[in-house]
């Protein structure tokens, strides 16, 4: 595993977005998964939750070809690693 992370790595910008081109969309799923509502403030309008948020997209930057890394189909790696979108919750 630790093979297949530095070459998965070892060039890898997370500041620069993965696209194969840069005027290519990276289209991000955004799953938002309520899990409890805490508190709700009708007064004030204030809802208060707990909930999940995920976010799937391709980065064609972190594929490899498994039969050349023992046969290791999955790795984990740090969020503080990779890209990743940026997302902004609003209340409208």
Do not use: C
Not at 34 to 62: G, M, P
């Amino acid at each position: 595993m630790t093979r297949l992370y530095r070459h998965l790595l070892s060039d890898y910008e997370r500041e620069v977005r993965p696209a194969i081109r840069y005027d290519r969309t990276i289209n991000i799923t955004f799953v938002f998964s309520l899990k409890q509502i805490i508190d709700v403030d009708e007064r004030n309008q204030i809802l208060t939750t707990s909930a999940w948020v995920r976010q799937n997209w391709f980065d064609y930057k972190l594929v490899w070809d498994p039969r050349k890394f023992g046969n290791l189909r999955k790795i984990h790696i740090p969020h503080e690693k990779i890209w990743l979108p940026d997302v902004i919750l609003y209340n409208k």
